[in-house]
């Protein structure tokens, strides 16, 4: 597919214009970097980082059945979501995989807003469609109505008081707030795909670029860099956080995949629910992360193999981490391999290098909000 037929942010000639390295990501013309993969790096876990993530999906659900479907089609339980509060979640299978990981927002009284995977955003919408019918609810897809900057890193809310008065310092993890800044509607949430502390702020596209810049600009006193997807994904992969096509997909069990805390079976009936219990009770597989013992990059699809050397699973995700100076990866193991200190082997090339399991997540900070 060529640049040209590709999706395109709000920010994509930004981006251009300022020699960032694209990429076809999911369909979207997407910045990898705009410099150094360390530097935009390094930048989040020190300072402060902003991404463009327009290219994420928006579904609106509203009305008076609003929670029951939400209820039905995902695993966590919506009735615990006060207005003002976001939470993690996932659009489940009949067999117990995931359609999607999403963020469910609840704004007001049977009013939700969920933030899904750009490549997933069509399917998820027919498919809570489909599952609509038993209940009626209004479901729209939102996606064009915004678009979405990622804020992140210990200096964010500096950079954020620096421009605005919105109590950005008082916003507790996982919550948000509706406001204006420099007088553009902004839904401004505490959350985060980078292990750092951060905000996003959804604001309409036309508003993109002002916003865009003036944060760039209140933050360059605060060392702030634009970042793209590889300092992402080196970000996300150190917060032990998954990526859907790496450590989630329709046959991967969300028990198996370490996501149990978001599976709530006492709510009642939902969609996947029998599966995922006969998965909990005898997962076949965990996924586990784990260090190199011997110098090698993992990449995802590297086979492991076990101590008789042989192919026992394979590398969801895995990089140097530039914060640990560290090759460090996440995969899917048989139970008996996924205990902390176990070992294993991965297929580097045409060398098999010795691993360890290691605790998730391999950095995390610790939150006072």
């Known amino acids: 597919m060529s640049s040209t037929t590709l999706n395109k942010t709000p920010l994509h000639d930004w981006h251009l214009q300022s020699g960032a390295f694209m990429t076809d990501f999911g369909g979207w013309h997407l910045p990898v970097r705009y410099q150094s993969d360390k ?3 390094q930048a989040v876990r020190e300072a402060v980082g902003l991404f463009d993530v327009s290219h994420m999906g928006e579904l609106l659900v509203e009305g008076a059945s609003a929670a029951d479907l939400l209820q ?23 067999t117990g995989g995931a359609w999607d990981d999403l963020l469910v927002y609840h704004l007001a009284e049977e009013h939700y807003l ?33 678009a979405l900057l990622a804020l992140q890193g210990p200096l964010a809310v500096d950079v954020l008081e620096s421009i605005s008065d919105l109590p950005v310092r008082d916003l507790r993890y996982y919550r948000f707030l509706e406001g204006e800044l420099l007088g553009c509607p902004v839904l401004l949430s505490r959350t985060g795909y ?14 993109a670029e002002a916003i865009w810049t003036k944060l760039l600009e209140g ?31 329709q046959d991967i069990s ?14 009642g009936d939902f969609i996947g629910k029998e599966a995922l219990l006969r998965s909990k009770e005898n997962p076949q597989r965990k996924l586990v992360g784990f260090q190199m013992q011997e110098f090698g990059i ?42 902390i200190g176990s070992t294993f082997l991965v297929q580097v090339r045409k060398r098999r290098l010795a691993a360890e399991v290691v605790r998730l997540p391999f950095y995390q900070i610790s939150r006072s909000t």
């Open 72 to 94: 039905y089609t995902t695993c966590n339980d919506i009735s615990k979501i006060p207005v003002g509060a976001a939470r993690y979640n996932a659009l489940t299978t009949p």
């Open 114 to 146: 969920l933030v899904v995977n750009a490549a997933n955003q069509d399917q998820d919408f027919n498919w809570l469609q489909e599952q609509n019918s038993r209940f009626g609810a209004n479901l729209r897809n939102v996606g064009s109505d915004y």
């Open 39 to 41: 530097q935009e790096h």
């Open 219 to 249: 933050g360059a006193s605060f060392g702030i860099e634009p970042c793209g997807l590889s300092a992402r994904d080196s970000l996300r992969l150190e917060g032990g956080l998954h990526l859907y096509g790496h450590e989630l997909g």
């Open 194 to 207: 980078t292990a750092s502390d951060g905000f996003e702020l959804y604001l309409s596209p036309q508003h």
């Open 254 to 267: 969300l028990y198996e995949a370490g996501l149990g805390w978001i599976i709530k079976p006492e709510k």
């Open 298 to 339: 993992p990449r995802h699809g590297f086979p492991i193999l076990n101590q008789e050397e042989q192919t026992v699973g394979s590398v969801t995700s895995g990089l140097l981490s530039p914060t640990l100076n560290a090759p460090i990866g996440m995969a899917y193991v048989p139970t008996e391999l996924s205990e």
